[in-house]
Each structure stands twice: as structure tokens, then as C-alpha cells.
């Protein structure tokens, strides 16, 4: 059993994928809260701190999570959904913290029926989760976009970096690369540290660095500084083009 937040039909807006036509599920729950990202929003009355997609994390929206406890119903109603498409798109399962759920006998099923079918699939992840590819070993097919979280983050180093899943990650998965988010502040400070320090784990992996921003105007506060700071230190810059397109629009 897993719970689904939100699913829909769009363009990936960020990391190595972007621009690719791209169906995405995105679960519910997470190990995390990042209030540090600072997005504000309300929950009875009470203004809370957490990332752009709270709505994901914070259990307080469960209400409005569908359970997904029925792999052959699922996978029926995919179906009909890339029909509709009118072909196999790129499936991204994002959250939240997608890889909650791993180890799950719907989640893996439901998975495991994409690979077969021919799909690619991205877990966009935090990378905290340790994943058993021995005993789950079609998960060496997917993509992982390793969106391993910065002390703007608002977590401790200790809570937000695992050496040990990201390294089971890198060595097993055919494919991954590193995200990460900043803004002004971290790239003045602490970014190009706290960055080596990470990648060091797996120096062979492509690095993305993408502007903090759940709206428009933060993102365009912040992304000239990531700009710069790719130049300097030779990273990939990755914009997000669902916010610079859609701006607060959920669920595109
Ligand atoms: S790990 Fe990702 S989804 Fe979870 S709270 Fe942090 S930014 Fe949000």
C-alpha cells in the first residue's frame, strides 16, 4: 500500500530530464520537513514552514492521499491513461519521499510492471532511504535524480545525509545524478563545501544545481547567483520550468 498525492501528464521542469514529456505520481509522506525552504502554509489556523510541495509531506493534508492498495486496478487505470496519451511516456514518481515506500509489494509491482513495459522511470529522491536491490532487483533500472538536501534545508547534516544509501544508489542503479537546491545565502557560504562533501561519495555522477523557488519571484531572486556559481565550479544548471512557466500552478 502506498499513498498517492497527486498524479497528472507534463514536461519534467528540472534536473538531467528536463523538457521531457513526463507522467508523474507523486506520493505521499516524508522523512523530512524542510521547513528551511520556507514556504509558508496553513493548517487550522497555525502558519507552517516546509517546502513547495508540503502538501506532500506535511501529514496533516492525508485526508485528501489515495491509498493505492489494489496493483491490478492501478496498473488498469495506467493503461488507460497512456492510451489516452497515445504513447509510453517518461513516468517520474516523485513526493514526498517516493522511496518510503520501496520495499512495498504494490509499489514494487506497479514499478516493476513500467520496467517491463518499456518505461523509463525517475525516483526523484532525498536519497536517506537504503534500498535492498538484492532482494528488489529491478530497481537497477531506474533513473535516480539524487536530490540529496543542504543545510538550507533546515535539517541536520546527520538526518539529511545516509552515505551508505546514496553510495547502494550510485553502485547499483543504471543510471543517477546529483541535484541540489540553493539560494543567495548558501552560495555565499557553505554551497561548494557542502556540495564536494556529498559528491565525494560518488564522483563519477553528473551534478545539477537549481535555484530554490516555489514561486516565480523567489526563483528569480535566486537563479543568477546558481547561474554564476555553476560557471565557477563547472556544474550543471538546471532551471525549474514548471515554476518559470506555470509559477504556483500545482499539479502541472
Ligand atoms: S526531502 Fe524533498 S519532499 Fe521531503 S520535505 Fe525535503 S524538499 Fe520536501
Sequence with gaps: ?????????????????????????????????????GTSYCVNG?????????????????????????TNAFISHLKTEFDTIGYLPHVVITGGEPLLYAHDEVFYAIFAWLVELGVSVTFE?????????????????????????????GESASKRINTTAIKKITDNSDESFFKFTLDKEIIDSSAFNEIQNIISISPDKKIFCMPVGESRSTLEANDKAVFAFCIKYGYNYSDRLHIRIFDTTQGV
Design 46 to 70: 497555525l502558519v507552517k514552514y516546509g517546502c513547495d510541495t508540503y502538501f506532500a509531506v506535511d501529514r496533516a493534508f492525508s485526508a485528501s492521499w489515495q491509498k493505492i492498495d489494489d
Design 1 to 37: 500500500m502506498f499513498y498517492l498525492v497527486e498524479e497528472f501528464f507534463s514536461i519534467q521542469g528540472e534536473g538531467k530530464y528536463a523538457g521531457t514529456p513526463s507522467y508523474f505520481l507523486r506520493t505521499g509522506g516524508c522523512n523530512l520537513s524542510c521547513e528551511g525552504f
Design 125 to 153: 529522491t532525498n536519497g536517506i532511504i537504503e534500498i535492498n536491490f538484492d532482494k528488489f532487483p529491478l530497481y537497477k533500472k531506474a533513473i535516480f535524480a539524487l536530490s540529496i538536501k543542504l543545510s538550507n534545508s
